[in-house]
């Protein structure tokens, strides 16, 4: 009947349909990693009338306090996927190490890597904040799983995308053709395919980056960023300084209405001299979706998507975005411009 809209079921099938080779265990995947996501949901919204705010006195592997929501979810999508019978191994941002799945779990051989909550430390101020995620297909022919099977890089991905928590919750996806955003309606409890074919202006109006961290910026850093407060750019004009402080938020917003999200090297933490993003549960799969989107990121020298990891947890300067803001930024940090 018009009017109802498209499920993320039906768009996930008719997809499927369209790649010869697919079996229906990625849809599985991605249909289970769905249902998790509105459970999350279901917690994020309330979270200011229960017993969920704040921290549980642990510190993660990242060496940042753990918020009860972050446990929360980080078990939920632990506990679900390990049911796909189609995930043999996770990585998680909050997990020091690959969370194998038990082998009498699964028949299939995908790689999950999440970023269960990003944002969190903005989860008692009710800022939006996310869950991404990064999907890649074992290729080793060995019988288990190594941390050798996460570190691929990003443009092997099978699958990426976020889940955004905030005035509505939103999935948006990409399987390597298009990149599709689909609202949650909490009163069927589904979400609706409400942004076809996501695309990200070439040129943006908008600069994402903490200009607090100004004085640990090296040079060509700080020449990037004035580029973009400067009448002096090709707009003409300065850009707007936008920065909500919760990468899923920045990241959406810019790839909607155009712009760059800036995390650069710097000088602030000796224990993080290349920033604070992660590579393989942040960085990458946000680099792929915005590759589909007709967007870039780079590290401010090549490709976040060429970038071999060497470390599950490996942090990456970024310069993502806009295509031509992108490049813009990356030829000064080259000191090409
Ligand atoms: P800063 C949130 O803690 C987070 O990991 C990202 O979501 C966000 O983009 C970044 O940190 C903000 O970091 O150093 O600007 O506070």
């Not at 919204?45 to 990242?62: H, M, R, S």
């Not at 300084?241 to 712009?259: C, E, M």
């Amino acid at each position: 009947m018009k009017g109802l809209g498209i499920t993320v079921t039906e768009h996930l099938l008719i997809h499927q349909k369209e790649s010869p080779a697919a079996t229906g265990r990625l849809t599985r995947l991605l249909q289970e990693l769905i249902f998790a996501a509105k459970i999350i949901s279901r917690e994020v919204n309330k979270a200011g009338l229960v017993d969920i705010l704040g921290l549980t006195g642990d510190i993660n592997i990242q060496g940042e306090r753990v918020r009860k929501l972050d446990d929360f979810a980080n078990h939920v999508l632990i506990y679900r996927m390990e049911r796909t019978g189609v995930v043999c191994a996770m990585s998680s941002e909050e997990n020091a190490d690959i969370i194998p799945v038990p082998e009498d779990m699964h028949q299939e051989d995908y790689l999950l890597t999440f970023d269960p909550l990003d944002g969190s430390s903005n989860i008692d101020a009710n800022v939006n904040i996310g869950t991404i995620f990064s999907i890649h297909r074992k290729v080793s022919d060995r019988p288990y799983v190594t941390l050798d099977d996460f570190l691929r890089r990003g443009s092997k991905q099978v699958a990426a995308g976020y889940f955004i928590y905030g005035p509505s919750t939103m999935l948006v996806y990409t399987t390597g053709k298009s990149v599709n955003g689909f609202t949650l309606d909490p009163s069927v409890g589904e979400f609706l395919l409400s942004h076809q074919n996501i695309t990200i202006p070439e040129r943006g109006k908008v600069y994402s980056v903490n200009e607090a961290y100004t004085s640990y910026w090296d040079e060509k850093t700080k020449r990037v960023v004035d580029y973009f407060k400067s009448q002096e750019n090709e707009r003409g004009k300065p850009y707007a300084a936008r920065y909500i402080g919760s990468f899923v938020a920045d990241f959406h917003r810019n790839l909607l209405y155009g712009g760059i999200f800036m995390y650069p090297a710097d000088k602030k933490d000796p224990a993080k001299p290349r920033g604070k993003l992660r590579l393989l549960c942040e960085v990458a799969p946000m680099a792929y979706i915005l590759e589909q989107a007709g967007g870039a990121a780079t590290d401010g020298e090549q490709n976040i998507l060429d970038i071999k990891p060497s470390a599950l947890h490996e942090r990456v300067p970024v310069f993502m975005g806009s295509k031509l803001d992108v490049e813009k930024a990356t030829n000064i940090m080259q000191g090409k411009d």
